[in-house]
């Protein structure tokens, strides 16, 4: 709607509804060539390479990065991860939030208009788009034909294509999960298990939605860190910009017309800025939120600043304190806090990587019996050992238990024997003399350790109940 009707009449409730539910308005981004756009090229291929090339790599024998949640499992390349582990996991995430933090601070959010999924995607689906519809204008022009045998066709030759790519997205994604050299096996013979054909679903129809449909609605509306990173800027910080002080007064003129002499700025008011933008924003008006920091405008502009015969960068990166003719500094407090906490992190997770010992144990005391009495008058608690060996070779262990003076052991055999990557369920009996108990619930421990590698050995506290002392 237009407001500017009010300026004859109060706005009613219905302008206001229209107002605040406006219908969106498709965006057609003009094809643009240049620096950035090779660099966004450049960058779109690399991601998608990987994302669908690493998923069938192999190592030792299998998926080389695998998340296996039945067996509850990651395989990073040679490292595999157990539930145990998870803490690095999470290191990793407090990692990757950190360098987003970092990254933002210092270049805006060239994220968004580079590496994030969103574009990547959204990206490769306008290139399909382009190569079915043709360029903006035709675009444009099938858009407003009605509806006839040869728009059904050009559309219907582009959906395919979409769902297609998407679904393979879909199935790439679900091969993080599921070995994907069986899953592809599945799809040929048609036995695909429920839920890898929920999953393959799924994320096929959310990468058709995202990238084919809501595109920049996704950025807009529902993306969060578009409404918090701006908390990360300050006036160093790495923008797209319009430079006002050249380019206004803007208008249009004939080429080799001297702006000055014309009392204009740099600024032929083309448009052509605002027809790359995949946002549909004005980039003139000032920094947006919506603005991704594609730099599709700066491209654009450069071309025409290049037709014009004017100096590059009307529109370009740079920094607020740039613009206003002040000094651009990059090492400032929050870089330093941002690049401190993350290389302590980076520094912790290393270390303790690093000095992992892959042995677990867990105690687990029998629930259905708190002790009993033999009938040599000691007192008998019985626990099961799960013993997980998370090492890439098999293993033999011994195992201890002390706390509890003329503590015995008693084990149905003296070593436990657990293959590779496995975990053995060893039930164990200790008993103690009633003379011995200070208390009616006292610390044991229980020691495993490898009989092959005395440096693999690890303790677990556990409690031995009895009756009051
Ligand atoms: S304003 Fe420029 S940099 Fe920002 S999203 Fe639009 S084209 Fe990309
Ligand atoms: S592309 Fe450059 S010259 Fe054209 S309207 Fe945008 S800022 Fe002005």
Redesign the pocket.
Known sequence: MNFTRAATRQPDAQDIEEFLYEKRQKIYPREVHGLFARLRVASVLTLLGLYYAVVWLQWDGRQALLWDLPARKFYVFGLVLWPQDFVYLTGMLVMASLSLFLFTALAGRLWC?YACPQTVWTETFLWIERMIEGDRQRQIRLDKQPWSLHKLRIKAAKHVLWIAFALFTGFTFVGYFTPIRELGSAIMALSMGPWETFWVLFYGFATYGNAGWLREQVCKYMCPYARFQSAMFDEDTLI?SYDERRGEPRGGRRRGVDPRGAGLGDCIDCGI?VQ????????RKGL?Y?????????D?CNSVMERMGYEPGL?RYTTQHSLEGRKTRVLRPRIFIYSGLLLAVAAIIALSIATRLPIALDVIRDRKQLFRETDEGLIENVYTLRVINMDKVTHEYGVAADGIEGLALILDTPRIAVDAGQIENVPVRLRADKASLRARSMPVTFTLNAIDNPALAIGEESRFLGPAP
């Open positions: 208009g797209v800025c790359v933008c995949p946002t549909g924003i004005d980039i947006q919506e603005c991704i920091s594609c730099s599709a405008c700066i654009g529109i």
